[in-house]
């Protein structure tokens, strides 16, 4: 349907709606500001409207974000032009678009803030005008460069991102003549070359293609002085025309242009080509397959308005038919019951819709009709959400076990049906990511602060659909960003995942990692809407504070986390004081989470904690964050008394999981001469070696699979039982009386710089805590099971957390270290050891990568070490 089509559906609605009774009515209760000096103008505007029409709008007027003024919501809108807005803020009323055919790019700036005030459906119908090709084909080939860096900058532009594919087909001389063909992205330059339409010499299409891989090179390439060339220049330039040179047809340039500008670059071309171009000028023999000439379209109206609309009908086994339709190049399907008299009325009906002659790729007398190749066509094969419950799992690693047990990066990423995605860590192995992430999708990707880091905030990589976010550094030097979240975004569903694992091969695939990971439907938008929940609340909060204002926050309120089966422990770095405030991060929240999932434990409670890495460790920590463990309020050192002369402050009942020199030596994938897994295992020598250090309840991390080490992080927490006290008629179920202990997972090492250090305020003398570390994990209470109220006769020697279906990762009960056993301990600074021996690199820079479907994608990797 066209987009006049589409505006008159609207007309007989947009006449109940008066834009200018509206924007001066006195009723409005929203003074937006909008624009700066001198391009400045003030708008009014009704709340309600805009929290229906705009997401953006939704989340800016909720009573957590904005305070009223005279009872009137005040915003600043600097960045939207007024001319832009007045245009937006009329369509939000009337659902009608006032355009100026004469000037497109105002339609392109009004795209780009729809966008950012996420207004969808201006969204396409802004895109549906700009594809008019009556109107607006000369100013999108005029502008491709510019347009084509915004469509992969926004993959969700799907409408405009098909019409310039259709364009390029159809206008590839005009393209490749342009001043702008040099600096265009790979996928246009391949789209050029696979069409008919291109009318030019292929002598002249094969040199403008070598121009434009020269233009590639980082360095200066003179194509006239070959003879000057490296054989390292001619596997660069083969790598940058992989993709063009087939398609390259060849036997179109006669022999002396062939001798004259093909032969000398042999080193660039597959041998097997190259052979059979020989064979074609030596014997007039074709032995490829063979290509039709080049020729111009003299009919491109006609042939854009056959490529915007496509279907396909096949009839099945089952009895139902199944139509493929492509709409402006987005693709969807749907298998139905139906009669064939049905199916061409449905035909027919489209067909006087869009004006134009759908081709027939079915048939009736046919059992089974095999679809057309047919580029834009998308299948339903992907899978919908599979964790609604939540769940918690172990990483994969080849070769030891079934992998349905565990999980995988790929299967939680589906990689095909990716909308949008937050990912963060503190370590990035971009080369390997990028094999796991759609190219033609946004990516907002949180990492640690480094040195090659500009500021603060979003910053891009060059060419490509990601957005990096620095977070705000820690003042103290200790600090690093070690959240590792994942927000994916799919169709009506989003996926929260919060592990262990950097983003990086090693963490994924060769050692073992925990993960939470729990899908969230779109929620019912008949029901009121109250605000996010807590659990969406701690998400929102740490992509605020990390500098994310935009993009994925306003995503948030669309989903229904009323099912949310873990409370999550944040850690910002700070000083928090109050108890309310140290009770929103590090050990403080997890006093809060027992506290009220729990109750209060005066008992004693035997604790285990995992850990990859130890921090300082100390008995005033030791008994704060067993506090915390039974919901007791933590408890400064100097708020206690102090110990009488001789006395000793007892440890509390914990033991620290770590593994021994011998077992990270012994360990499969420690390789020092290549990257090493043990480079996560950090505990220091000197903090070991001091005095207060508490040696005596350090434990043995020995993998249920066995060789391998573990990078995963876990609390396990097991309240006291009396067997002599098995009541009559237990209670089942999820209830706090029937609680049996509760477990974390996630990102937090056992140290004080990720779960906070509680210290009295000199100033107020309040309680405080302070964080170095960014830091994400859950918490998740243990229910018990009816076989706990009649335990069997080898209760003592059962792994209880095993029953209770949690992966707990190494062998219980941890034994302690033999007399002859260390723990693994590192000499050299904690984070810079860890940065450099997992990345075996020492500088970034920038270089294409080679990856399927990826074009022209640039992006800071990791040079490796001078090996001398």
């Excluded at 369509?91 to 009004?110: E, G, Q, R």
């Excluded at 790598?239 to 500008?261: G, M, Q, T, V, W």
Aim: charged content about 25%.
């Amino acid at each position: 349907m066209t987009f006049q089509l589409m505006q008159n559906l609207f007309d007989k609605v947009g006449k109940y709606f008066n834009y200018k009774q509206y924007s001066t009515d006195t009723n409005y209760d929203v003074i937006l500001h909008v624009g700066e000096e001198p391009n400045y103008k003030k708008f009014y505007a009704h709340s309600a409207t805009l929290k229906i029409k705009s997401k953006y709008f939704e989340s800016a007027l909720s009573k957590r974000w904005i305070n009223k003024e005279d009872d009137y919501y005040i915003l600043n809108i600097p960045n939207i032009s007024p001319k832009v807005f007045e245009i937006i803020l009329r369509f939000m009323y009337t659902d009608k678009i006032l355009s100026d055919k004469t000037n497109p790019s105002l339609l392109f700036d009004v795209l780009l803030a729809a966008d950012r005030l996420c207004i969808d459906k201006l969204i396409d119908y802004t895109q549906i005008l700009l594809t008019d090709p009556t109107d607006f084909t000369n100013f999108l080939l005029d502008n491709l460069l510019e347009i084509c860096n915004i469509t992969n900058l926004f993959p969700h532009f799907q409408i405009l991102q098909r019409h310039i594919k259709v364009l390029v087909r159809n206008y590839p001389t005009r393209i490749f003549k342009s001043q702008y063909f040099l600096e265009l992205p790979e996928n246009i330059i391949i789209s050029c070359l696979e069409s008919d339409n291109l009318n030019l010499y292929e002598i002249n299409i094969w040199n403008n293609v070598l121009d434009w891989g020269i233009k590639q090179f980082s360095r200066k390439l003179n194509k006239r002085m070959i003879e000057d060339w490296t054989m390292e220049d001619f596997m660069e330039l083969e790598e940058k025309l992989e993709n063009c040179i087939p398609l390259i047809r060849f036997h179109h340039i006669n022999s002396k242009d062939f001798y004259k500008a093909v032969v000398p670059f042999q080193p660039i071309i597959p041998g097997r080509i190259y052979n059979n171009i020989i064979k074609y000028h030596l014997t007039n023999e074709i032995s490829i397959p063979f290509c039709s000439v080049r020729r111009p379209n003299l009919r491109e109206n006609e042939v854009l308005l056959e490529n915007k609309t496509t279907m396909f009908l096949s009839f099945l086994e089952s009895g139902k038919y199944v139509v493929y339709l492509n709409f402006y190049g987005v693709g969807f399907s749907q298998d139905f019951s139906i009669s064939q008299s049905l199916v061409i009325e449905l035909i027919e009906l489209i067909e006087l819709h869009t004006r134009c002659v759908l081709p027939k790729f079915f048939s009736f007398s046919s059992r089974i009709v095999k679809p057309p190749s047919f580029k834009y066509i998308t299948t339903m094969t992907d899978k919908g959400p599979r964790y609604l419950d939540g769940v918690t799992k172990l990483t994969y690693v080849p070769g030891y076990g079934n992998e349905d047990n565990y999980v995988k990066i790929d299967d939680l990423i589906q990689k095909s049906s990716l909308k949008l995605a937050f990912l963060s860590s503190m370590i990035v192995d971009f080369v390997w990511l990028f094999t796991k992430l759609p190219n033609n999708r946004q990516i907002i990707l949180a990492k640690d602060w480094d040195e090659n880091s500009e500021s603060q905030g979003l910053s891009g990589i060059p060419n490509t659909n990601y957005l990096i976010v620095h977070a705000p550094k820690a003042e103290s030097k200790f600090g690093c960003f070690h959240a590792k979240l994942m927000l994916l975004i799919f169709d009506n569903w989003m996926r929260v995942v919060i592990s262990s694992g950097n983003l990086i091969s090693q963490d994924w695939e060769l050692c073992e990692n925990v993960v939470f990971v729990q899908d969230f439907p779109s929620r019912d938008k008949s029901k009121e809407y109250n605000g996010l929940p807590e659990f969406a609340q701690t998400i929102n909060d740490m992509l605020v504070t990390m500098g994310l204002k935009t993009h994925i926050i306003p995503r948030l309120p669309e989903y229904d986390y009323s099912k949310a089966k873990a409370v999550l422990i944040p850690s910002i770095p700070g000083i928090y004081k109050g108890m309310d405030n140290i009770k929103k991060f590090g050990h403080g929240r997890i006093c809060k989470a027992v506290r009220e999932l729990c109750g209060e434990r005066e008992e004693v409670v035997q604790l285990e904690v995992q850990s990859s890495s130890i921090g300082s460790l100390n008995k005033q920590f030791l008994n704060e964050f067993y506090r915390s463990a039974r919901g007791l309020d933590p408890i400064s050192a100097q708020s206690r008394p102090r110990p009488k002369k001789g006395e000793v402050v007892p440890l509390p009942p914990i033991n620290i999981v770590y593994p021994s020199k011998k077992v990270v030596d012994e360990s499969k994938y420690n390789n020092p001469a290549k990257v090493s897994i043990a480079s996560t295992i950090c505990l220091s020598e000197q903090a070991y070696n001091k005095d207060t250090f508490p040696k005596e309840i350090l434990r043995n991390c020995i993998s249920k699979r066995n060789g391998l080490l573990m990078h995963s992080k876990f609390i396990l927490a097991k309240y006291q039982e009396d067997l002599n006290e098995v009541p009559t008629d237990p209670i089942l179920g999820e209830s706090q009386e029937n609680i049996g202990g509760w477990y974390y997972c996630g990102s937090h090492n056992f140290s004080e710089s990720a779960l906070g250090k509680i210290t009295t305020s000199r100033e107020t003398k309040q309680l405080q805590i302070k964080i170095n570390n960014w830091e994400l994990g859950v918490f998740l209470p243990i229910y018990k099971k009816k076989e706990d109220y009649n335990p069997s006769e080898d209760h003592d020697k059962r792994d209880w957390f095993c029953d209770h279906s949690i992966p707990v990762p190494y062998v219980r009960p941890p034994p302690p270290y033999k007399s002859d056993e260390m723990p693994k301990l590192k000499k050299k600074n904690f984070l810079r050891y860890i940065i450099r021996d997992i990345s075996h690199y020492h500088e970034s820079s920038i270089i294409d990568l080679d990856l399927p479907n990826n074009n022209n994608l640039k992006c800071f990797i990791p040079l490796e070490k001078d090996n001398k």
